[in-house]
């Protein structure tokens, strides 16, 4: 349980400050570890991304701006070079190198400057009369959005491919082309690489949330870690991954490496240590920072097959001291690993106002762990000749071949060539030198064919696999390499046959397609990385015309149709929508892979052929008659996809399932999930379709009381539309009956404000009303969305139907000031001039709530039921719940303070990515919810209840950004006291 001496359980520390000393003192290592501060303040400050160059030195990013970026006149934040000349482990030679940067992020040094991001672009920095000052540069990406500063371009890493790759943050959308033109969209946590020179940028991984930290190991494989899904990711080369928003593709999400979080949601830095300085024990582990829970954690790794499992080991360091946030991790040259402390009592970005005075700008520290002080000399690469550079591509740590390589080819370029070409046919070279010359050989345009033939067929499993990788990068292949390709996917070693079919991925050829088939129905189901790379080859492949119309009219066996029909109904193609008819009708098939696979057909299928899809969708309806709808459902989402109008036959059979369902109501107000479903579905077809017949079942569906809320207030919004003149005197009622739950009477309410009308109007403002405050303030919200019922609400205040205190309530306030006329917006001033702001009266409920919190007189067993019953919907706790809000493990870990605000007050912070959004529909409707993703034509947002639904972009007038987040702003009058400390301490618990 969360007490007052849990130092990590403040968003704002309230511990004193510490020097280096102190801080250092309270690191706990494990045996035979030392810790020393290699810089501090004043020397640096707060910083966030760090790389070493060809000289052993350290280049740091560091800002004082963060987290609120610096206005057009520029930052004041700098790039630093730190050196320890004397070799006693401290910089004691620090040079800046450019210092009016914004928010400086990912670094990675280069011959004669360095490739850094700051807002809002990707610049090449260089420092043309070596002074160590950067005196040119130049925009080689960009710009990118920089709507939300903690998740920006970070993490810059020179890969074997001698491209850079790079991690794009969380919220941010960003378009970016390379000088080609040739453009790329990252949405939120996706990965990409880009040229040296700018030339060209490409998009490697799609998805996740705020990835912050990269590595790769000797197979070249990239590892990634992410902030807000899990630790660590092993990346498949044009993978899609798991993100807040995105629907999952019928074939699934790229796979995870773990099964278990790091009990966090802040983590920062990754590196897989391949060096020897360390005890083998700590060689070949995954080291990556929490900067909440101040420490650095250890993971190790073992393959089944080519997919890697991670093990959690006991953490690394834990510091006692709770502004130590380790932002990033780097091995040096020495084998030491650094470590960059953002020292700082606040890391928190949207956890506490931006702009929060406790913010530290001025410290931070770079701090050094060895083992028993083992460390080897530091090489300058820089001075060592063109032979010294090609036996260091040999060296036994992988990050020596690395640096190494790139020295020889950023110096001495073609001129190495014959010495390389040596190497490279001398037959006693050993695996690891053999692997970075051909590397080199590639990024000069020089690799003979000869030696990739060699490297195919070589005996070591990672010359091959690296062979692959190189060339996967070639614009096009010979027949040999293609045929050796093929071939090598029935290889004996997974890793090979992995690497073969990601080249196969990236090089799609209607020979191949067939024998990556046959290969997916061969794969033990352990190796999910190879699964899931030969399906992202496979649709890959279907992509292609050629291909995917030979695909469909080949013969197939039962598992092999099955595996196509699954890749074909992610696609948008025409062929896909034909064979997926085909197989539905021949074919036996999972309930819920049919009613996906009818969606796929309806929005691919040729406008001609829907005919034989309306009678394939009547033998459902024979088949499954309490079911149907569910087909239903599913394709007029395909219709709406592709923005196709739904066909009359279509709209007729919705009207008969429709007409069908709501004949025969439950009898009990007790529905099972298929009811609540068919009588929504009906519903919404009875308003779309004005269908006057069903008014009566569903008046009694409206009528009665203590059945499913969200199934009456479909009746009702229903009915709005059939005749909202004849209803709307029945809706009120049920707005007005005290007997009905205030949830209930607020939905009503939404309802209601369906119908444009004064009469809809003045029947709301009736219910003002001796009402609870939640329903008048959902009744102001509708009311203020007109412009009439902005000066009728105020009104009805002024003759003492509801406080003025209504007219505060944030997202009363936000509807009326929208377009609010000069002489309402002076009437407003007038009622609420001696109110006191929502704000401050938040601030005091908080303060007394907490003051009042007695964990021992609490319950987290009853806090927990509270959560399932009110948070459970939108937020995921160990894999379980909705992914609407943000994952809450580790979520204990805020304190007591953060998470009372975050429930009374959740839009005094909110991250941009979940705001609200305000949509003016062409009808004259306005809706509000989450932006999740967009489908062809068709928007999906959530509601409150963290329900997804749709609506056709055709139909959207204007949609604008609300300055408040869906988590409801009303759990002050919600919960009682009793319940809040519940949920407090059950969230408390959840470490």
Not at 273 to 292: A, H, I, L
Not at 474 to 494: C, E, G, H
Not at 545 to 572: F, G, H, T
Not at 906 to 920: D, G
Request: net charge negative; charged share 25%; proline share 5%.
């Amino acid at each position: 349980m969360a007490t007052a001496e849990d130092i990590y359980a403040e968003h704002v520390r309230t511990s004193k400050f510490q020097t280096p000393e102190e801080e250092r003192l309270s690191f706990m290592l494990p045996p035979g570890f030392e810790v020393t501060l290699f810089a501090s303040e004043p020397d640096i400050t707060k910083p966030i991304n760090m790389a070493f160059d060809e000289k052993g030195r350290l280049w740091v990013t560091q800002s004082s701006e963060y987290p609120i970026a610096a206005g057009p006149s520029g930052g004041k934040d700098r790039i630093t070079i730190l050196e320890d000349t004397n070799g006693d482990g401290k910089a004691d030679k620090i040079q800046d190198f450019a210092n009016d940067l914004n928010i400086p992020i990912g670094i990675i040094p280069i011959k004669g400057g360095a490739i850094a991001y700051s807002i809002p672009h990707v610049y090449k920095f260089l420092d043309t009369n070596g002074d160590d000052v950067a005196d040119y540069r130049e925009v080689l990406l960009g710009p990118f959005e920089h709507k939300d500063t903690h998740g920006m371009v970070n993490n810059l890493f020179r890969g074997f491919d001698g491209w850079i790759h790079a991690s794009h943050g969380f919220s941010n959308i960003s378009k970016v082309a390379g000088s080609d033109k040739d453009s790329i969209r990252m949405v939120s946590g996706n990965t990409f690489r880009f040229r040296i020179d700018g030339s060209r940028v490409e998009k490697t991984t799609d998805g996740r949330i705020n990835p912050f930290g990269s590595d790769y190991d000797e197979m070249g494989y990239h590892y990634s870690a992410d902030c807000h899904t899990l630790p660590i990711y092993q990346l498949i080369w044009g993978g899609n991954y798991s993100q807040w928003g995105k629907k999952e593709p019928n074939m699934g999400f790229a796979p995870t490496m773990m099964d278990y979080g790091l009990n966090s949601t802040a983590l920062s830095g990754l590196v897989y240590y391949t060096d020897n300085q360390f005890p083998k024990e700590y060689q070949n582990s995954f080291y990556s920072g929490d900067v909440v829970t101040c420490r650095i954690s250890r993971n190790t790794m073992e393959f089944q097959g080519s997919t890697p499992k991670a093990t959690r080991q006991e953490d690394f360091l834990v510091s006692k001291d709770p502004w130590f946030r380790p932002v990033d991790i780097k091995i040096g040259p020495d084998g030491a690993m650094y470590v960059a402390d953002f020292y700082n009592r606040i890391i928190g970005h949207y956890e506490v106002p931006l702009d929060h005075p406790g913010r530290d700008r001025v410290s931070g520290r770079i701090w050094k762990i060895t083992y028993k002080g083992q460390q080897r000399e530091v090489m300058d690469w820089s001075k060592a000749t063109e032979d010294e550079l090609i036996q260091g591509m040999g060296h036994e740590v992988l990050q020596m071949r690395m640096m190494a390589t790139d020295e020889l080819v950023d110096r001495f370029g073609k001129n190495a060539l014959p010495k390389l070409l040596t190497v490279v046919n001398n037959e006693k070279t050993l695996p690891e030198q053999y692997i970075q010359v051909q590397w080199a050989l590639y990024r000069l345009e020089a690799l003979p064919k000869e030696a990739l033939k060699k490297g195919l067929k070589h005996g070591d499993t990672r010359v091959r696999v690296h062979t692959y990788k190189l060339l996967a990068n070639y614009p096009q292949l010979d027949a040999d390499q293609m045929d050796m390709a093929i071939q090598d996917l029935t290889d004996s070693n997974p890793h090979v046959q992995r690497a073969s079919a990601e080249l196969l991925s990236r090089h799609p050829n209607p020979g191949s397609y067939r024998k990556l088939v046959e290969l997916h129905t061969k794969i033990p189901g352990y190796d999910s990385h190879l699964s899931y790379t030969v399906l992202m080859a496979l649709s890959n492949h279907l992509q292609n015309k050629d291909i995917i119309q030979m695909a469909v009219k080949d013969k197939w066996d039962e598992k092999q149709n099955e595996l196509l029909a699954l890749l074909l109904s992610d696609l948008q193609a025409p062929e896909a929508g034909d064979f997926l008819l085909r197989y539905l009708n021949t074919s036996i098939i999972p309930k819920e892979k049919s009613i996906a696979y009818s969606e796929s057909v309806a929005r691919n299928l040729p406008t001609s052929k829907l005919d034989q899809l309306m009678l394939w969708a009547k033998e459902i309806t024979q088949k499954s008659p309490y079911e149907a709808h569910l087909w239903a459902m599913a394709m007029e989402q395909g219709f709406n996809q592709r923005g196709l109008p739904t066909p009359g036959t279509f709209k007729a059979w919705y009207t008969e399932l429709a007409g069908k369902i709501l004949i025969d109501l439950p009898k009990t107000n007790e529905l099972s999930e298929n009811e609540k479903s068919r009588l929504l579905y009906a519903s919404e077809v009875a308003g779309n379709y004005r269908l006057a017949g069903l008014a009566e079942p569903l008046q009694k569906l409206l009528e009665k009381t203590g059945s499913d809320e969200e199934v009456r207030a479909s009746a009702a919004r229903a009915l709005v539309k059939i005749a909202p003149e004849k209803n709307a005197k029945l809706i009120a009622a049920r707005i007005y009956d005290a007997g009905e739950e205030t949830t209930m009477r607020k939905k009503f309410t939404t309802s209601l404000g369906l119908w444009d009308d004064d009469t809809a109007r003045r029947l709301l403002g009736e219910g003002l009303k001796n009402s609870p405050p939640d329903l008048q303030e959902s009744i102001g919200v509708v009311l203020a969305k007109n412009p009439e019922g902005k000066s009728q609400l105020m009104e009805w205040i002024k003759s003492g139907y509801a406080p003025a205190r209504i007219l505060k309530a944030r997202p009363v306030e936000e509807a009326l000031m929208a377009n609010i006329k000069p002489e309402q917006l002076r009437e407003y001033e007038v009622l609420t001039a001696n109110l006191i702001p929502i704000s401050e009266e938040r601030e005091n409920l908080i303060q007394k709530r907490l003051a009042e919190f007695d964990p021992g007189k609490s319950s987290s067993g009853l806090g927990g039921h509270i959560y399932e019953k009110n948070c459970s919907l939108c937020h995921q706790i160990d894999g379980k719940g909705g992914l609407i809000g943000p994952q809450l493990d580790g979520v204990g870990n805020w304190g007591k303070t953060a998470l009372a605000t975050k429930i009374l007050d959740p839009n005094r912070n909110i991250s941009e990515n979940f705001r609200t959004y305000n949509i003016s529909l062409k009808n004259g409707q306005t809706v509000s919810g989450l932006y999740r993703r967009e489908e062809g034509q068709v928007l999906i947002l959530a509601n409150q209840a963290g329900e997804e639904f749709s609506i056709s972009q055709l139909d959207i007038k204007e949609m604008t950004a609300s300055k408040f987040t869906l988590m409801p702003d009303n759990f002050h009058t919600v919960l009682s006291e009793e319940e809040f400390d519940d949920l407090l301490v059950y969230l408390l618990n959840i470490k």
